[in-house]
Structure formats: C-alpha cells, structure tokens
C-alpha cells in the first residue's frame, strides 16, 4: 500500500539547519565514570548503557538526519560480542561522524583506545543497503565503549522514532527534535516507562534570509530496565518504551500554498484515500476486465454467499507477487499480484457480481495496535475486504491460499480495522468468524500383560486445524507423521491417518500401543490417563508479570478418554473431580473421572474464552494452569482383586 | 518441438528435447523416496592454470515436492578471487512447458556473511522458484564461475543430496600435466573415461539410474553415503602466494611459512610479560599465560582473502585485543616462547562429532584452530591442549569440539606431526551423585545433592558457574522439576582442568504425591534420563556413537517418621553391546532406603540390526528411572 508521501522541497530551505549543541563528545569520561558506573537497579545483568543520546534534525544539504552517541559498559564475557556494532542504512544514505572509543581501567589508570578506520569493515549487503561493521578494540569484562555516528535517514511525515528500551537496561536515554516550527507533529508515547522530561521549546532558527522559530523537542527517560520479552504478551512494537512522529498539522507561513493534506480524524482519512489517492483510485471503476469469469464461476441463480465463497476461492489461486502491476487489470490477467492487489480483485469482483464488499485498513499482530485517537495512515499495513449479505458479515483474505471463506489469517486478528469508503468513520471488529477446537477421543485397552493399546481421534477446527495445516503443508505428510512418532517414542504406532477436510477442519486417528504410562508396584497399577495433553509445560513459570497476557485465538480443548481394564484389577483411587472458572467465565477448567463396570472414563475440558487479561489477573491465570497441569499429572489405581 | 541449451564456456553442447522435460518420462523406481530427481546433471572443473580455473554446472532438476525445493533453486557463492557468469535460469511446468526464464534483475547478489563472521568477502548469487509453484515442475540451469585462486577444488556430488534420484550425470576434470591435479572416488561405481592431450589430462566420471539416498538417525554423515568425486591441487596459488598440497607436509610448510611472516609481538610487552612470569615454572607461566589471554582478548572473526589462512599477527592482536582463532591461537603461542614456553599451532576439524582424517588425500580438512603445549600437568596429562577462543573455557580442557580427533600439528621448524587430542572414552566421561533426602513429621523433604563430573560430562553443567545466583537456583529447581522448592544453597567447584562438581540443598513440601491413603515418591531424584533415539525401521546403516558416558547415582532416603514402606519396584538390569544399566532399591539396616543406578553408554560403531534393541534401551531407562515407591501412613 502507497503511504501518502508529503514532499516538502518545495520548501526554501537554503541555507538550513538544526542541530543540537547538546550532543556530548566522545573520548572525554573519566577513570571514575568508568570504573563506578553500574547497573544499581540490576547489577547481574552482562552490559547497560550508561548513556543513550538521539537527535533528528535538518542537516544542511536538506536532509532529515538521525544522529546517534551510546556509551554502553560490559560487565560479563558473555555480552563481549556487544563490541561488534552492525550499522545497517541505504546505500544511498550518507553516513557521517563516525567515531568510538574504548575506555578501560586498571590500576587506577584509564586508557582510551581510538577506533580506527582499520577497525569499521563496509560490507555491501545487496544493491540497497550497506553495512558498517564495527569492532571495537581493547574490550575486555570492565570496559565501556562509545560510539557516535550520524546518518541521512527519516522523513518529514514521520521523522525517526526513538527507543527509550533496549535489551540491556539503559540508565539514562535523551532524544532530541529539532524540527521548523510550522510543522506540528503527533507524539505517540509506547511502552511502561514513564518519560522524565517531555517537552518542546521554541527557539531561534535560520532559514535562508528569514528567521523562523525552531520546536526544539526534549524527552528523557532515566533507569530503564531490559526489555525481556514475556510468553503470551502483546506484541514488542507496543511493548517497547519508544517515542513515534506523525506529521499532524503543516501551518505554512504562506498561507495560500496548500499542497499537504493532513486528516483530523479516522473518518476524513477514510475519505481521502477513497477521492484523493491514486492507488485507493483502483477501486472507483468496475471489473468489467472480470464479468466474463465472473458469469465461468457461478450461475446467477446461486445464492449470494456461493457466488462470494466461488469468486473468493477463484482469487486465491493467483500467484503471490512483491511487485504491483501497473493496474489491476493487468494482475487479473497474470492472475497474480501483491496481497493489496489480490484483496482490491476480490473487492471489484464482489461489487461487479452485485455483492456489498468494501476495504478494510488492519494492522497486523506483529505491526502493534493502532492509536484510535490520532489518525495516522502509517499504522496500517494490510488490506482485507469486508462483505455483508443480508444481516451477516464476513471478513476475507485473498492473499493468504488456506484460509476459508470467513476466516482471517491468525495475524489479522488484531482489535479493529477501519473501512475505506466515502461514510462515517467505521471500525469493523477483527474477531475470529469459527471457533478454534481441538477434540481428543481415545479408545484404549488395558491387556492382562499391563500393555495398553488402542486408537486416538484428534479433531481440529478453526485456527487450530489451520495451524496444523499450514503446519502439514509447509513440511509434508511423511515428515510430520516422523515428528509425532518421534515426539511420541513411548508409542509403537500401528497407523495414522490424516483427513483434512478444509483448512479449518481436519481429523487424525492414530492407533497404537502405548508404554510409560503405566506402573506396576505390588499388587496395585499405576495409571495416567493422559494421551495428549492440553499443555506439556506452564505457560507462566516467572513470579512477576510486567506485560499484559494475549492469546492468540480463543480455544477450547475436549479430552475424553475410554480405558477398558482387566477383568482382575479394581478402580481403588481416581483423581479428584474439578470445575473452575476465571473471573467472568474468562477461562474455565473441567476434569471428572468415573468407573462404569469395567471401563474408565475421563472428560476434561478446557475453555479459553477471553483471550487479553491484564496483569492482575496473572496469579489467577497462574494457579489456573497449576490445576490444570497437576490433574495432567493425576494417576488413577488398580488393585488387584484376591 | 527441438529447442537448444545455451553453450557453456568450454563447449559442452547438446540437444534438449521437451519430452525429456515431461514428468511421466521419469523412470517410477526413481520417483520412489525421492523428492526430486536429477535428469541431466553435468560439471565440468577445468584448471587452465595456476591462477586460472573454471567450474561449468548444468543441471536439470525435477522438484517432485516442497522438501527438495531449495536443489531447484540457483545458489552459488563467490568472492573476491572469483566471479560467476552465464546465469541461465528456466522453470517448467510437469507438461514440458517453459512457465519461467529468470532475467538479471530477477537474480539477487548480496553479502553471504556467516553470523559468526564480522566481515568477509563472501557473496552470493541467487535466485529461487516463486513460493506459490505448482509441483512437480522442472528447473533447467547453469552457470560457470572463474577462480583465480586454486587452492580448494570443488567436490561433486553426484546426486547433490538426500532424497533426490539420478537419471544421469557425469563430471569432468581437466589440469595441466605440469600442475599435477588430484582426485579421489567415493562410492563411485560409474564409467570412468581418461584421456590426455600433450599439454593436459582429462577425466571424465558418469553415473546413471540411482535411486535417492537417505541419512539415518546416528548413522554415518552423507558425504560418506553419496557418491562423490573430490578434488585437489598439487601446486596452487593463493592471492600472492603459491605452495604444494601433494604431501602433508606441504601442507605444513605452507601454513608455516605464511606465519613466518607475521609481526611479532612489541619487545615491551614481551619484557612485561618475563617480569609478570619470573620464577614460574612451565606449566604455571602457561596457566597465566592463558589466563591473560581470557582476560584481555575476544573472538572477532575477520575473513579476507588469505586471511582465511593466515593469521592476524601477534602485533596485530596485540593492538586490537582481537581475532579469530588463528589469531588468537598464534597470538598465545607467541607469548608463550616470549616467556620460554614451546607451543604449536595445530589445525583439526572442530564440531561435535569428531571426524576422521583421510590421510590419503592430503588437502584442507580443517576448519579451526587450538594449540598444543607439550607439558604434563599434575599427572593426570601429558600434553596440554589450549582452546583460544573462549573467554571461560577451563585451562588445559578441551570440550566435545575438539576432542576426540586427530590434530594437525605444525612444528617450529615447520614439520607435522599427527597427534591426537585429549581422548576421552566413555569411562571417562563420569557423573557421579550422591543424594540424601530427609523427611520430617510434616512430611518436609530435605534434599542434599552433590554431583560429580568429568572429562565431556562437565559441559553439562560447568555453564551454571556463568549465571547469577539466581539464576543458577532457577536451573536447578528446574532440572529437578521441583518448580516450588526452596535453595538453601548451592556450590560449584572445579578440581583441575577436567573436573567440575555441584553441592545443593533444597527443601521441597511437595516431594510426596498424595494418592489416595497412599503417598508415591520418584527415588530417582537427579539423573532422570529422557532423551530417546528416533525410531527408525528397516535400518541399514551402521549406529555411530560419538560420545560414550557412565552414570553412577545413589540416594539414601530417610522416610516419614510417621510412615512405612508399601511397595517397592523390582531391580532391573540390561546388558546389550552399546551400554548398560541397572536400577534398583532396597532397605537398609536402619531403615533407610537406599536407591543405586548405573547407566553406560558406549562410543563406537555397532551393527544397523542392533537399532531395536537401541531404541527398546533408552524407552526402558526412561521409564525405569521415573519409577515411584509407594509409602503408607502408619500412624495417622
């Protein structure tokens, strides 16, 4: 998708630049400074940056600058390796400023070792970027290096975003802004830390013979722990401390020039892509490039939601391309295109067989959430197609070949999308269409010999059959029935049958014979009736909990178990019935084991209804699965009957 | 309809019909276990001169499934010393049919650095089929590249890899009489064609209708399956440098004499370095040697033309406090005959399964550098063998990476000597524990572990001596399963350069699972064994085991004053050709219960039809060793 590109060099900027006085120099630390600094609020940790010092400006050939100084100390051998410092930019970027050092101390003396030019290798990655490949010399367990560099990179849209958080915990970050005071930026603040200092100042600036005031930005963020990332969490872009820009208002000094349009809301932004852009364009006319095929995939006495699923299942048998077309006619003709130009032919072609389908504007999983409150195109980077028929809606990806008609791919699920179209501001909820099951039925016999055999049903719906699909399919039949052999070594296994019916429905049986999972001691057997666990290990095993927990998808596992035992053994000791809920019905465990004459039978179920909680809820979700994996580990006893 | 392939540098022409293209003509015992099958595959390595060599491919390649994808795709690397040309790139569908030819801009060129590696000049072209490909289709490429430099010759494997079929291919080998080239068959059972020019030798290898080849878990690795030609100079040049890889021991002089060009260390620091070590004896100048080498370098991997051979110079790594592991290795040695140590750089095959020299075909089976110090240390060995490259390995200890294996060691007069690395058989590789548990009335365990190991065994769990206190805890509990166990304390200690021991104590009020009236106990408290071979039926090739080991556990257990003994599970014992093991518990005099096991696994190589039981071994030492005991309340 084209991000609206606001050139500004039309702008007079002879003569131009912004730049801080505030940038410290390199080389000037003293045997005190490195020797003392550590890490008070975490001094196990291998390396920390002591300083973290950013800056974006105009430089004066007219280019958004980044500049960068760290100074970082090494406390471990394990984090020696952080002294090679990969800078990777456009080739066509410059690159500047260079320079770095290394201090260390012994005997109360400090020595500072320059970083040369014999030291920076330039690799050329490919025919767009090139790599510096920095190696610091002299770093040993104790030294502190600092590098400074200042590259051409960011825009006038967005600027340069700035990590407050790195992996190591940094003691003290400040970034800078300096940009003309005309151009108003959107602030978007991400992350748990709270920012020391925030502000922006006007100050003197030059441009060409005028004098314009200058929006110096400052923000300073003090003791930031290590990023670490934690299971089941958000994704890092909305969990990392960092500071993002967007251009928000342009309040040109000449009031009649206008080329720059800035929407003030969601609504307007919707609006203007559909009048104003050219790529949005593509979606104003007809498919009449299509009506011939369209009239080859169904009959027109067909009901609606067929004709959607026939035209839906016919795009997605286009080739994936990385280049667009120079229009969607010429895709439909290669029958191949970019995901946004596969989902604009699933539209068009929607609208020509006379079915309401529009444009949905998402941000992906691993893109973060979008801001609600500030509109920015920027946040979003995939487009799906939103269908209504009658009273029932549907959500449809072309670009993804396994998904049926209805279900997104798992990482479109993310909150909200936004519908392109010249109306009110609308948001469409990205909620998964079928519900994700695992269904497990085992049928097993306990011979006289104490071996256990028999068969397994495993059925899968919804994003837990797809991701077992996608699964199958990236690695083949022969392969994955190797790694459930191999991740069930205990089991001798006669036969396995995979079925998939759809993407999103698919069945396994497996019919072997069992070991391990019985014990003879005396006269009594010891019997887990476990044959394929809801989870082989706690999910939350740390005490403390920084991030909100997200799963992906709501889930519900159904365990039922049939074990037939001999004739001369009685059931003496079965496992405690439980039946426990989450606040709300968030989450709910259900586990009951009964004897019926001579059989067995165990029924668990495990419901994942919600799937965002926040950190309070962490000790609940942790006594939750404490439960669940302590019945897992339930054995029931036999006796033998004198 | 006829079409023509495009013609190589050295004129390899030939007429390719599209019926040969069509699937259905593959012969069906080829298709058989195979994901893709090699219609015509043709190479060509012409050595023209010492600086001058060319590598002509032309492989047509039907892809039947998604696993073999990546033998239907063009990848070949190149650097400074070389270059690629006359990429032709064409797919076709299972009709025949040209669905593709790729065009320049489509072939991608970057940068082909290996993580490990801060910078080299390595590159690589490459282009591959669209992801969304209809299988089966057929790819038809070739390319040559130009090297100037003729120190490593290419090794042709004639059916590329696992899983893939041969219908025909055939590799040719050409060199100037003068440069004397050499060659090596392995598994090859083809035609072999010589012929000779006045000036130069030819041979020509072909071989057709193979079936696919497939590894096997802890079989013999795939160079030693397929069949392959490998490739070897006599005379070569290098950049600037030319040598002799016929013998041995040209090999030797070479690396030796590129090292004797190196900058040697600054007399100041050589000066410091006698004053730091007066009135040491050998091994302990060596042991501070090493130490100041672990304390003031790092491993930074720079690899540049003859680079990749010769060293940094000692200067060099002097002032940078970095390089790579000749470097480094060359950098120590030099320190050492500063203080009057002798030591010698020795080149081996590093990674975890110790390879085999083949010592009738001299060329570069190297890929790491260690060094070797002949001093006897404390009585327990005779040579000294140094590792570096690492920050923290123990003195004088070398892990799996290195040992095991033959070294190539170059003397100070630039002579070889073969010598093998520390040598560590299973019963050396010992982990001994010792644990008491002690209950009390509220059923709270005591748990007192001390564990033992040795020689390979100490990799297991030397590492917990480099993570915080806590951290070490957190291991702990978790290697034990005792998630909510309390650490009263724990000590490391290392005895030597090939010992390595832990001391804990935990206090746990979950040991005991309440079943019922009765309480179940695992005696088996820290050697719980659960890794199991994959399971493999039809097996035909041979069970290499690299690493042999032996266990020997006990745990005394002081039960419950307020319980008794309820069951007890039978002892067990196996004995098969590649290990042992015995497991079995039994009430002592003053009550206790006392729980013994040995587990041996032996290193060698063992018939394919001793897999069963193989497998049959660990599924049971698995289970043997979560066995429970059962105790009752005797009084409530």
């Not at chain 1, 290798?121 to 090139?130: A, Q, R």
């Not at chain 1, 939601?305 to 439909?332: C, G, P, R, W, Y």
């Not at chain 2, 004896?281 to 003859?306: A, C, H, M, P």
């Not at chain 2, 990476?401 to 010598?419: P, Q």
């Amino acid at each position: 998708m084209r991000i609206i590109l606001i050139t500004l060099s039309c702008l007079l900027l002879n003569n131009y630049s912004l730049s801080a006085q505030k940038a410290f120099a390199i080389g000037k630390l003293s045997y005190k400074d490195v020797s003392t600094a550590m890490c008070s609020y975490n001094p196990d940790v291998p390396a920390f940056f002591i300083k973290d010092y950013g800056e974006t400006g105009i430089s004066p050939n007219r280019k958004i600058y980044l500049r960068r100084i760290f100074r970082l100390k090494i406390t471990d051998k394990k984090a020696l390796d952080l002294a090679n410092h990969k800078i990777t930019h456009p080739k066509n970027s410059q690159i500047s400023k260079l320079k770095g050092c290394t201090y260390n101390t012994r005997n109360g003396n400090i020595t500072i070792t320059e970083l040369k030019s014999e030291n920076i290798f330039k690799i050329k990655e490919d025919k767009d970027y090139l790599t510096q490949a920095i190696t610091f010399p002299n770093v040993k367990v104790g030294s502190v290096i600092e590098l400074s560099y200042e590259v051409e990179y960011g825009t006038y849209t967005h600027l340069n975003s700035w990590a407050f958080q790195q992996d190591y915990p940094v003691l003290y970050s400040e970034y800078h802004v300096f940009m003309p005071s005309f151009l108003n930026y959107q602030r978007s603040i991400k992350g748990y830390i709270q920012l020391q200092k925030a502000e922006i100042k006007e100050e003197a600036g030059v441009w060409g013979d005028n004098s314009l005031t200058t929006n110096h930005h400052t923000y300073i963020a003090k003791n930031i722990p290590a990023f670490v990332a934690e299971p089941h969490s958000p994704s890092r872009v909305d969990l990392l401390s960092a500071i993002e820009f967007e251009l928000k208002t342009v309040d040109w000094p000449d009031l009649s020039y206008n080329s720059v349009y800035i929407p003030s809301n969601y609504g307007d932004l919707a609006k203007s892509l559909v009048l104003n852009d050219e790529d949005w364009g593509r979606l104003s006319g007809k498919a009449s490039w299509a009506s011939k095929t369209l009239k080859t995939l169904y009959t027109a006495e067909e009901k609606d939601k067929n004709k959607a699923k026939k035209i839906f299942d016919f795009v997605k048998t286009f080739q994936k391309t990385e280049e667009e077309h120079s229009n969607l006619q010429m895709a439909f003709k290669a029958k191949a295109g970019t995901d946004d130009e596969l989902n604009f032919i699933l539209i068009l072609m929607l609208r020509e067989a006379g079915l309401d389908a529009k444009p949905i504007l998402i941000s992906t999983r691993s893109n973060g959430r979008i801001n609600y409150l500030f509109p920015n195109v920027r946040q979003f980077n995939h487009c799906i197609a939103y269908l209504v028929i009658g009273n029932k809606s549907y959500l449809l990806d072309a670009s993804e070949t396994y998904h049926s008609f209805g279900v997104l791919p798992e990482y479109c699920i993310n909150d909200k999308g936004l519908i392109i179209h010249n109306g009110p501001e609308t948001w469409i909820d990205l909620t998964p269409y079928q519900k994700s099951k695992l269904i497990v039925q085992s049928k097993l016999k306990l011979n006289d010999d104490l071996s256990l055999e028999g068969s397994l049903d495993l059925i899968r719906n919804g994003y837990t059959a797809i991701n077992s699909y996608l699964h199958l399919n990236e690695i083949g039949k022969e392969q994955y029935k190797k790694n459930w052999a191999n991740k069930h070594k205990f089991w001798t296994i006669d036969e396995h049958t995979i079925v998939s019916k759809s993407p999103s429905r698919s069945g396994e049986k497996i019919s072997a014979a069992i070991e391990n999972q019985v014990e003879k001691i005396g006269n009594q057997i010891y019997l887990n009736p476990i044959f394929h666990a809801f989870v082989e290990k706690h999910p939350f095993e740390a005490n403390t909990r920084t991030y909100p927990i997200h799963f992906d998808y709501p889930e519900t596992y159904t365990y039922s178990t049939k074990i037939e035992i001999p004739d001369n053994y009685k059931v003496t000791n079965l496992p405690e019935s439980s039946n426990v809920s989450l606040k709300g019905g968030a989450a709910t465990f259900f586990y009951k084991a009964g004897v019926t004459g001579n059989q067995i039978e165990l029924n668990i179920q495990v419901k994942i209804k919600k799937i965002e909680y926040s950190t309070e809820d962490y000790t609940h979700l942790q006594e939750f699965f404490n439960l669940i994996l302590e019945k897992q580990k339930a054995t029931i006893v036999l006796t033998l009957v004198p | 309809m006829k079409f023509y392939s495009t013609l190589f540098l050295v004129s390899i022409s030939y007429v390719l019909i599209a019926q040969e293209l069509m699937i259905h003509t593959i012969p069906q015992e080829l298709c058989n276990n195979a994901h893709a099958v090699l219609r015509n595959y043709e190479g060509r390595f012409e050595v023209k001169a010492i600086d001058k060599a060319i590598y002509t491919e032309h492989r047509t390649i039907t892809i039947l499934s998604k696993e073999a994808r990546l033998s239907g795709d063009f990848i070949a690397f190149y650097d400074q010393s070389s270059k690629i040309r006359q990429i032709d790139y064409r797919i076709y569908n299972q009709h025949g049919q040209l669905i593709h030819k790729a065009n320049k801009k489509e072939i991608k060129d970057q940068a082909a650095i290996s993580n490990a590696t801060i910078y080299s000049d390595n590159r690589v072209k490459y282009y591959q089929a669209p992801e969304q490909i209809t299988y089966p289709y057929t790819v038809e490429l070739s390319y040559n590249i130009e090297y100037n430099n003729t120190f490593q010759f290419p090794r042709w494997f004639f059916l590329l890899n696992e899983n893939i079929a041969l219908e025909y291919s055939s590799f040719e080998f050409e060199y100037p009489k003068v440069l004397k080239g050499r060659y090596k068959e392995h598994n090859f059972k083809g035609k072999t064609t010589k012929s000779s020019t006045s000036t130069s030798e030819r041979i020509k290898w072909e071989l057709q209708n193979q079936v696919a080849k497939k590894s096997e878990p802890y079989g013999a690795a795939l160079e030693e399956i397929l069949p392959s030609i490998q490739l070897a100079p006599s005379q070569f040049k290098f950049d600037d440098y030319t040598g002799d890889l016929s013998t041995w021991q040209g090999f030797a002089t070479w690396i030796h004499e590129l090292n004797q060009e190196l900058d040697p260390l600054p007399e100041e620091f050589k000066k410091e370095l006698k004053l730091l070590t007066k009135g040491k004896n050998s091994l302990e100048k060596t042991k501070f040697i090493y130490q100041y080498l672990q304390d003031n370098s790092r491993y930074v991997s720079v690899q540049l033309g003859i680079g990749g051979f010769q060293p940094f110079s000692p200067a060099t790594v002097h002032k940078h406090g970095y390089g790579d592991c000749k470097a480094l290795t060359y950098y120590t040695k030099s320190m050492l005959e500063a203080v009057g140590v002798q030591a010698h750089y020795s080149l081996v095959y590093a990674g975890n399964i110790p390879n085999k020299i083949d010592k009738d075909f001299p060329s570069n089976q190297f890929n790491h550098v260690i060094l070797l110090v002949p001093l006897s240390y404390d009585n327990q060995l005779d040579t000294v063998w140094l590792e570096c490259t690492s920050q923290t390995q123990t003195f004088a200890y070398l892990g799996s990476f290195t040992a095991n294996r033959e070294a190539f060691v170059i003397h100070n007069n630039g002579k070889l000597e073969w010598k093998q690395t520390s040598n560590y058989q299973c019963q050396d590789n010992q982990t001994i524990s010792k644990t008491t548990i002690r209950f009390d009335k509220e059923l709270n365990a005591k748990i007192d572990i001390e564990k033992h190991t040795k020689a390979l065994s100490t990799d297991a769990l030397s590492g917990l001596q480099f993570l915080s206190k806590q951290k070490q805890g957190e291991t702990i509990k978790s290697y034990l399963d005792l998630p909510k166990a309390q650490v009263q304390s724990i000590d490391l200690y290392t005895q030597h350069s090939e010992h390595f021991g832990l001391k804990a104590v935990l206090s746990s009020n979950n040991l005991l699972n309440k079943i019922g009236t009765s309480y179940t106990l695992i005696p088996n408290i820290c050697s719980r064994h659960s890794f199991i071979p994959p399971n493999h039926k039809n097996r035909s090739q041979a069970i290499h085991l690299h690493i042999g080991y032996e266990q020997i556990d006990s745990v005394e257990i002081q039960i419950p004053p307020q319980m008794s003994i309820e069951g007890l599970f039978e002892p067990i014992q196996l004995d098969y050709i590649f290990g042992s093991y015995q497991a079995k518990i039994k009430q002592l005099a003053n009550g206790n219960l006392l729980y013994t096991r040995n587990l041996l696994v032996k290193n060698g190589i063992f018939e394919a039809t001793n897999y069963k039981d193989f497998l049959h071994f660990f599924k049971t030492v698995t289970h043997s060793d979560r066995k429970k005991m059962i105790l009752i309340l005797t009084e409530p």
